[in-house]
């Protein structure tokens, strides 16, 4: 894909001021709850609720900055692939799968730390958290068999093979064209149900609304201009 030069720098901002004002919206947002008493309950390894909240919303951030930064960067110069090589799409993928998996990792740290400040039966939250983790199982051996993990990551940002490859419609992926957003989030809320944690189902919030704004002000930007034929 070839974009003149002088417009470059305007697709690669392209949505990032819906971008920082949606942020904004949601930080302010987090504000009455991060003031409430149920936050300064609980801590894990020698870090409070507090701390751990902080870590998985800075998580969140710079894990969506960091993707934001290195689409544009290659779809719109190619910087990636100049400097790395053939190794581009490897150095931008491994940062992003560890910062994916970390966003887990914070959200039952953070749960585990402040658990038990939501009155919820415990069965009704295992039961909540089972039926759950259905759809987050469904949407992983989906995306493995039928869409790949490269891809979900984003290599057609990187590798034009990726670009001419049909849509996918088995698995998941007929109940929706964007299972990622509606159902993997859904993993975030599962341990702030099952430890019944009020900082963690604030988390979950942030993180799931948050994921749409990367949507709508850099995924789908992308798309049109990837697929535009």
Not at 162 to 177: A, K, M, N, Q
Not at 207 to 223: G, K, N, S
Request: net charge positive; aromatic share 18%.
């Amino acid at each position: 894909m070839k974009v003149r030069g002088d417009n470059r720098l305007a697709l690669f901002f392209e949505g990032q001021g819906v971008h920082l004002i949606c942020l904004a919206a949601l930080l302010t947002m987090m504000v009455p709850a991060w003031r409430h008493p149920l936050m300064d309950v609980g801590e894990l390894w020698g870090l409070n609720s507090r701390q751990w909240f902080k870590f998985t919303i800075a998580n969140a951030i710079a894990h969506q900055v960091w993707v934001w930064l290195w689409w544009r960067a290659e779809l719109h110069y190619r910087l990636a692939s100049r400097i790395f090589g053939k190794f581009a799409f490897e150095v931008y993928a491994v940062p992003f799968f560890l910062m994916l998996g970390l966003r887990q990792v914070l959200a039952f740290a953070l749960a585990a730390a402040n658990h038990g400040t939501v009155s919820i039966l415990p069965a009704f939250s295992l039961g909540v958290s089972v039926a759950l983790a259905l759809p987050v199982l469904y949407l992983g051996y989906s995306i493995r068999k039928y869409f790949g993990f490269a891809r979900a990551a984003g290599a057609d940002h990187f590798d034009e093979s990726f670009r001419i490859r049909p849509l996918v419609d088995d698995g998941i992926f007929r109940y929706t064209s964007n299972p990622m957003y509606v159902f993997g989030f859904l993993l975030l809320w599962i341990p702030a149900i099952y430890f019944a944690s009020f900082a963690a189902f604030v988390s979950a919030l942030f993180c799931h609304l948050y994921i749409w704004v990367h949507f709508l002000a850099t995924e789908r930007p992308d798309m049109r201009r990837i697929y535009r034929s």
